[in-house]
């Protein structure tokens, strides 16, 4: 993999930001340092700080439609994967992690964020409702997973041991193993 694009980078910083010190110290300033590009670079990419959120949001939404479609084809099955990667994925290596870590960030203050964290949500559950004829059990199964991710997120240890006891659950109740 070749090294990530200066735009990338800018973004990367802009998270970093976000994740460590929280909106009120997002400055273009800030992030340029922390990104190792000049001012005039950053604008380069991003004009705004407008136009840096809309770079993270747009970051968010790739990458999850990207996890989606890997889910789709994952050896183990779209409802497993989901649900175990609602707990592994939780890392602050992950790039998706950390974008939507960045995000949350914001939620509540801004309304893009909250909008583009509503429409994440609504992707993962239309993924669920293709694997899971009940409309209701897969709104349950979405809920779970969103749960799993927050304790997860949170550094709560949640064992393989639950997963387990989950995962035979959601197989009796879907009829999928």
Known sequence: MGRPSSRELVLDAYEGVLIEHGPTAVTLDAVAARAKVSKGGLL??????????????????????????????????????YLFSSVSDARMDNPAHRAAMAALRLLGTEPRVNHTMIKVSRMWAELLAEYVDDPLTAEVIGLLGDGLYLRASLGDEVGQALLQRVMAVVSRETGQS
């Open 44 to 81: 380069y990419h991003f004009g705004s700080k407008e136009a840096l959120l809309d770079g993270l949001l747009d970051r968010v939404l790739r990458l999850t439609a990207a996890d989606i479609e890997y889910a789709r084809t994952a050896p183990e099955g779209a409802l497993r994967y």
